[in-house]
């Protein structure tokens, strides 16, 4: 069986169902409809979303920070599976009457395969390329992205996003009912509660169909955010609240009915306030009721689940073909051996507390999780030091603000961490967790100083935590969600060894060159390395700066690459906002129409007029686009 062709027939979907709100009860013709079209639905989110397992390629991607709080501070929950009933029956809906938009808005950014599967089912992408999901240049990322794969009617954003914008699109549309599928993850989210209070007080036509099934990423907010009641949450914002058993399709139809037939917004929540509840993944083996079915299906749940179904084929075969690409490619002067600087981080943050008595570490240090524990690395002090772990909800302006609360009083430090794309808390920058924004943090007054750090591998890591620890003021680290090697001298030594000392505010020039200096930022370090001994081989004497401290100027090395033939720099962040920054002013200077980059502002300040390029991230579905200036 290979991925040329999608195995599940899905023209036996029924595209023209349609369903009358106005009458409560479905006819036996319509439910048994109904639940064919739920069962085709789930079977093909099962089948193809564990192509995506078989990749490795499931659950969040992109740049984890972690923020550091101290003295003088001046998911996506629920998945595709689960919430096909009410995605089935809103399309009947649509096929029924105009007077509903026919847009299934969903606030979960990693229930992305319905849009995916529906964008399937109306023809706007072959079934077959469903077998890619989350493959590299599938056009299938864990977020959907509108103008990216065709049939995707909206971007998600980060948690929170949808909601909001929702209200926008009913406050354009009067005439219209607008849905929008949420979650109790996506509701523990500020934003929701702000679009909440704007839906009832413009009395807007929003219905939200919640799926409350007590899971998320990190556990179940039943334990770790005890008193926190979606249902009456919702009321005490003023919205009307049905409840139903998210797997009991007549209650469900019977609860969109309601909800439809009330004026204004109202909430139909899959948790009812007794008894009756829907588990994360209904009926799908070894994972039913956990964390595991948030995204991806696990291929050997895929593969029970459709043995207990019966009647399919065994697609061991199918899910053996969808293999990670590997790379072979060999970059030089860096290990074989790979380190996730995330999980050094939160192991970083262990030896530092190691040095402390549990009571001592209690007193002085916090640290915060916002249900992303074991995605950002803060799951290794969880373990070996509970005693300064919060466990806490997806609520990261109100876990920030508590990080920075601890570490208000001097020698006490909170720290909080996220993924860099969630800096920007109220917008989103679209890129599926990809912290290519992450100066934005750096957004205080010049009166303040914010410390942005990136270390090349997991060794500098530990060293920029022991040495930045207990600093005042905030300070972002930056890792990445890939493993990097550790580098390597020419001799075969590492760079950062344990002899080697991180000195914030300078610059790390790794190998004199006297063509020119190529000045990279964090995972980029050993890519550049690579091509720099490569050109050297070739005759080219050309040098290396490894930059870890983002925001800062280190005087003694600008003037050396300065005063060189030229500079290259080489980052992951976006152009228009990283380390490369040029004032428009500028860009005459060097004949350029880009708006650039920071570090060649830091040159021209000095006068420093070398030869000037850089790579940074340009568009979506590309790393990164050279523009040299002259």
Request: charged share 20%; glycine share 10%.
């Amino acid at each position: 069986m290979t991925l040329a062709e999608f195995p599940i027939d899905l023209s036996k979907f029924d595209t023209k169902l349609a369903l009358d709100p106005s009458k409560p009860k479905l006819s036996a013709e319509e439910k048994k409809a109904l639940e064919a079209n739920i069962q085709l639905f789930r079977d093909a989110i099962v089948l193809f979303t564990a192509t995506g397992a078989a990749r490795g390629v499931s659950g969040h991607t992109g740049i984890p920070s972690a923020f550091f709080t101290t003295f003088n501070l001046t998911s996506h929950q629920g998945g595709a599976y689960d919430t096909a009933p009410e995605v089935c029956i809103l399309l009947a809906l649509f096929n029924h009457s105009k007077n509903f938009y026919p847009v299934v808005f969903d606030e979960a950014g990693h229930r992305v395969a319905t849009q995916y599967l529906l964008a399937a089912l109306e023809g706007s992408i072959p079934a077959a390329q469903l077998l890619h999901y989350r493959e590299a240049n599938s056009k299938l990322p864990g977020h959907p992205e509108l103008g990216l794969t065709p049939g995707v009617k909206f971007s998600s954003g980060r948690l929170g996003h949808m909601w909001p914008l929702v209200n926008g699109i009913a406050l354009a549309n009067r005439d219209k009912t607008v849905f929008c599928l949420g979650s109790d993850g996506s509701q523990q989210e500020g934003n929701d509660a702000e679009a909440a209070r704007l839906a009832v007080a413009q009395n807007l036509n929003v219905k939200l169909l919640i799926d409350d099934n007590d899971v998320t990423i990190a556990g179940h907010p039943s334990q770790y955010l005890k008193g926190y009641n979606v249902a009456r949450t919702l009321e005490g914002h003023g919205l009307t609240v049905f409840s139903a058993d998210g797997e009991d399709i007549d209650r469900v139809w019977e609860g969109i009915t309601k909800v439809v037939g009330c004026s204004g917004p109202a909430a139909r929540l899959t948790k009812p306030p007794v008894v009756l509840k829907r588990k994360m993944a209904p009926g799908i083996p070894n994972i039913e009721g956990s964390t595991h079915g948030h995204d991806v299906i696990p291929v050997k749940a895929a593969l029970a689940y459709f043995q207990q179904r019966g009647g399919f084929p065994d697609f061991s075969s199918l899910y053996a073909s969808a293999k990670a690409v590997s790379q072979p490619y060999t970059h030089l002067g860096s290990t074989k051996d790979l380190g996730a600087t995330r999980v050094i981080f939160g192991e970083a943050v262990n030896l530092v507390l190691d040095a402390l008595s549990p009571d001592e570490a209690k007193k002085r240090v916090m640290v915060i999780d916002s249900d992303l524990e074991g995605s950002t690395g803060l799951k290794v002090i969880h373990q070996k030091h509970p005693e300064v772990f919060v466990p806490s909800g997806i609520m990261e302006r109100g876990n920030f603000s508590a990080a920075a609360g601890f570490g208000f009083e001097e020698g006490k430090t909170g720290v909080f961490s996220t993924f860099s794309a969630f800096l920007e808390m109220v917008m989103a920058d679209n890129t599926c967790h990809f912290g290519i924004n992450s100066f934005f943090a750096d957004n205080g007054l010049p009166d303040t100083h914010t410390a942005l750090y990136f270390p090349a591998d997991g060794q500098q890591m530990i060293a920029i935590i022991r040495k930045v620890f207990f600093d005042p003021g905030l300070r972002f680290v930056f890792s990445t969600r890939s493993k990097v090697p550790w580098l390597l001298r020419e001799d075969g030594s590492r760079f950062f060894d344990d002899k080697y000392e991180f000195h914030p505010g300078k610059d790390e020039v790794l190998q004199e060159g006297k063509d020119g200096y190529v000045v990279a930022v964090g995972e980029m370090v050993y890519r550049a390395w690579d091509a720099v001994l490569r050109v050297r081989k070739e005759g080219m004497d050309v040098g290396l700066v490894n930059k870890p401290c983002l925001n800062m100027v280190d005087e003694e090395t600008m003037m050396k690459i300065g005063q060189s033939p030229f500079v290259l720099v080489v980052e992951s962040f976006n152009q228009k906002t990283g380390v490369s920054l040029i004032p428009h002013a500028y860009t005459p200077l060097l004949t350029s129409t880009q708006l650039g980059s920071k570090f060649g502002t830091w040159l021209l300040e000095r006068r420093l007029t070398p030869k000037y390029g850089y790579i940074g991230s340009t568009r979506e579905g590309s790393l990164s686009s050279f523009f040299p200036l002259f």
